[in-house]
């Protein structure tokens, strides 16, 4: 019988006194034992609410109930059959907002640990060799390029190759995972993990290639020409700033060049690797959602005295994920709520003194429904900073757009779709960040998956 | 012959050496004023060095690399048959090239390298090229020959005055309008304080002046915007808008701060290879 009224294992964590000095990953996977408590609290209930919640649809109660009876492999391919990304979906997925949402234990007991579960299968199928890949379908004779390799492209080709497609994959950058690699740090996703997912790709097939700039290196038109179809998964890779005075400061970053820096190039082992990075005493990281948190949290490991999140409404609007906030807090970040900054203020050598920001209370809500901040007048205030990293958001890089003029974009620099969700471009397909400017990893890797799908009809019928 | 494997190496002084690289996809697609992104070995840094040439036909690009630092070093120290790690391009918007009527290109020290290509695509497109090429000594005045090629004028000065006339290129530039040549455009590569002044002078004279910028990079790609610079007011990304800007409204005294940000880290990094190696790399 399952036991759900049993206590919700959250698992362990590295103490954060010592984990704010390294790189290592925060949580630790379940322990059999705490994986085999946690199958037990599942109801299996017959309408899965979990797995209609999940953007990939997958197979939560069946994977959990085979973990209850001990078969890693079996549980391991029963998500792999609508995720070839287990490792990656079980640490950064926002269950909270999916499956573990929409759990009926959730109201009473907790919701059943579904990312923790996903993660344990994950991990543990591969430390046994049991996670394995499918077998490609016979090959069809077609040719598609996924362009970029964040997890859409990642997505999307996994699911193409499995349908016996020859799959290409092209990267920009000198490793594979977009943002999953320049923006997660590895203390939420060890770079081992992205590699192992990758190198599972590679087995089934998908043929991979670095330093390929799509719309520099080589053309749409040119891509066309070859493949017989095309994806595009390129990402946001445009990061926005504030448009304040004092914004090309030294010591002001944009979250991707902190993040990039950090975690692409290793900066924090440098002189060991080449890139540098440089931290002062006080940072203030702007914005609120997860790359604030995970610049922050790469902040406060390369020791300053203080890191301060500063964003503009309160906790409760904050889109970052619930985990990622908590462990910042345990981690000593400190959070300002409800302010705006107005000026980088900058001494004669240039260099970052300060931030000044308004206070703000919050308003109306706005058309999502978050309550709007509105700025209290004569509240201005300076916060002293050395370092300030810029992470509100970011836009669609326009490389590929600016190239192919005959590729419609809506007025945000997105691709635009079609209601069939097709380009304007016939064999052009898109997803993830370029489609959408700036989302969740998971809400990707679906793009990536529901595009695979139109590609394969596309290719049956061409 | 493999992809991103060194072809030619040629020493063109004590710190500056010439590549030839197998690169098929760049050098079909290559064009004047544009970057690549290059890394030698894993844990390297990723580092912008401007095309000097290509060859679509033989699959080659070149590029010319001065030994400023650790990364630059080890560049440098590659061999014939030896290969870069990773190669990404060509990077950058292409210098609009047109028939302006008399140009200035200026180069100083490894900038003339850089400023090459756009000299001999300005001459191609017709225009009359008059060329400054500077340097602290001789030796560091490179590709001259090159250079005369697609010049109608060209004039070398040396801070010594070990080659060409003694001094600076804005007063060799100065003496050409002073001589009555009428020049439309200029465009300058080179350290930032010359390029800030040579401009400044361009502006005086009458002449319209281009400069292509320096700033740090990391992805080349637009998505880091590290490479942040600001012109006519507003701020640009050196790598997808740039490396060349209209030098009009340039702010170089950012440029200079934003890009002395980790000097003292250049050094650690030289130290900690020298340490490693149990040698002097001999940089200036």
């Known amino acids: 019988m399952p036991n759900p009224s049993a206590p919700r294992q959250n698992g362990h964590q590295q103490d954060p006194a010592v984990r704010k000095n390294n790189f290592e990953e925060v949580a630790h996977t379940f322990t059999q034992e705490e994986a085999l408590l946690e199958a037990d609290r599942c109801l299996n209930c017959p309408t899965h609410p979990c797995q209609n919640a999940c953007p990939v649809g ?69 430390a046994q060799g049991k996670l394995n890949a499918p077998t490609p379908a016979a090959a069809t004779g077609k040719k598609v390029v996924c362009i970029g390799s964040g997890p859409s492209s990642l997505a999307c080709a996994a699911e193409l190759r499995r349908a016996g497609h020859k799959v290409v994959v092209m990267e920009a950058l000198h490793a594979y995972g977009g943002v999953l690699r320049y923006g997660i740090p590895s203390f939420r996703l060890p770079r081992e993990v992205i590699n192992k997912e990758v190198e599972t790709l590679a087995e089934m097939g998908v043929e991979f290639k670095t330093d390929i700039l799509v719309g520099a290196t080589i053309t749409l038109q040119e891509l066309l020409a070859e493949y017989d179809a095309v994806y595009i998964g390129s990402g946001a890779g445009l990061p926005m700033m504030l448009g304040i005075p004092g914004e090309n400061a030294v010591g002001v970053y944009s979250a991707n060049e902190f993040l990039t820096r950090v975690n692409l190039m290793q900066a924090y082992k440098f002189p060991q690797t080449d890139t540098p990075i440089r931290v002062g005493q006080h940072v203030i990281v702007l914005g609120g959602g997860n790359s604030a948190m995970d610049a922050a949290r790469c902040a406060m490991r390369l020791a300053p005295q203080s890191v301060t999140i500063a964003y503009r409404r309160s906790r409760e609007e904050m889109p970052a994920r619930v985990a ?27 260099h970052v003194t300060a931030v000044r920001f308004t206070r703000n209370e919050l308003g109306a809500p706005d058309e999502k429904g978050r309550r709007r901040p509105v700025e209290i007048p004569g509240s201005d205030f300076l916060m002293p900073a050395d370092n300030v990293i810029v992470a509100i958001g970011q836009r669609p890089n326009p490389t590929i757009t600016k190239t192919t003029p005959q590729l419609k974009t809506t007025e945000r620099g997105v691709i635009a779709l079609n209601e069939k969700g097709e380009t304007s471009l016939p064999g052009v397909f898109a997803g993830g960040d370029i489609i959408r400017g700036g989302a969740t990893v998971l809400l990707a890797m679906n793009d990536g998956i529901v595009a695979a799908g139109k590609i394969k009809e596309y290719l049956e019928n061409k | ?53 290509w060859d679509a036909q033989k699959g080659t ?49 490894v900038g003339i390298a850089e400023v090459y290509p756009i000299a001999r695509a300005l001459k191609e497109a017709g225009n009359k090229v008059i060329s400054v090429l500077g340097a602290r000594t001789k030796d560091l005045i490179i590709l001259e020959p090159e250079m005369k090629a697609v010049s109608d004028l060209i004039l070398p000065c040396t801070d010594d005055g070990s080659h060409g006339q003694k001094g600076m290129v804005t007063d060799v530039l100065k003496s050409v309008v002073e001589s009555g040549e009428k020049i439309n455009a200029g465009f300058i590569i080179g350290p930032i304080p010359m390029m800030k002044f040579t401009a400044k002078l361009m502006l005086d004279l009458g002449i319209e002046p ?21 012109v006519e007011g507003k701020v ?43 040698c002097k790399l001999g940089l200036h």
């Open chain 2, 61 to 109: 690009i070149t590029i010319i690399i001065q030994s400023i630092g650790k990364s630059t070093f080890m560049f440098n120290s590659l061999k014939q048959g030896d290969s870069f790690l990773n190669i990404l391009g060509p990077l950058g918007t292409p210098v609009e090239i047109k028939n302006y009527g008399a140009v200035a290109v200026v180069g100083g020290g």
């Open chain 2, 210 to 230: 281009y400069a292509s910028l320096n700033p740090i990079m990391l992805d080349g790609t637009g998505m880091c915007g590290g490479c942040r610079v600001s």
């Open chain 1, 324 to 350: 990622e906030v908590e462990h910042a807090q345990e981690e000593g970040v400190q959070f300002e709520y409800l302010v705006t900054p107005k000026e980088i203020v900058q001494d004669e050598s240039g």
């Open chain 2, 236 to 278: 640009r990304f050196a790598c997808v808008d740039g490396p060349m800007f209209p030098a009009r409204t340039i702010d170089f005294d950012e440029l200079i701060r934003r890009t002395g940000e980790y000097k003292d880290r250049e050094k650690t990094a030289v130290e900690h290879y020298e340490k490693d190696h149990q």
């Open chain 1, 58 to 126: 997958v197979h939560i109660p069946a994977f959990i109930a085979k973990v209850k009876a001990g078969d890693i492999g079996a549980a391991a391919s029963e998500i792999m059959q609508t995720s070839l990304l287990p490792a990656i979906c079980g640490r950064v997925c926002p269950q909270e907002h999916h499956c573990e949402g929409h759990c009926v234990l959730k109201a009473k007991f907790g919701a059943v640990n579904i990312g923790g579960l996903e993660r344990f299968v994950a991990d543990t199928a591969r």
């Open chain 2, 1 to 53: 012959m493999q992809e991103n494997e060194i072809l030619l190496k040629e020493q063109l002084n004590e710190v500056v050496m010439k590549f030839v690289i197998y690169k098929p996809l760049i050098a079909k697609s290559a064009k004047a004023g544009q970057f690549v992104i290059l890394r030698g070995r894993e844990g390297g840094e990723r580092v912008p060095v401007t095309l000097v040439d």
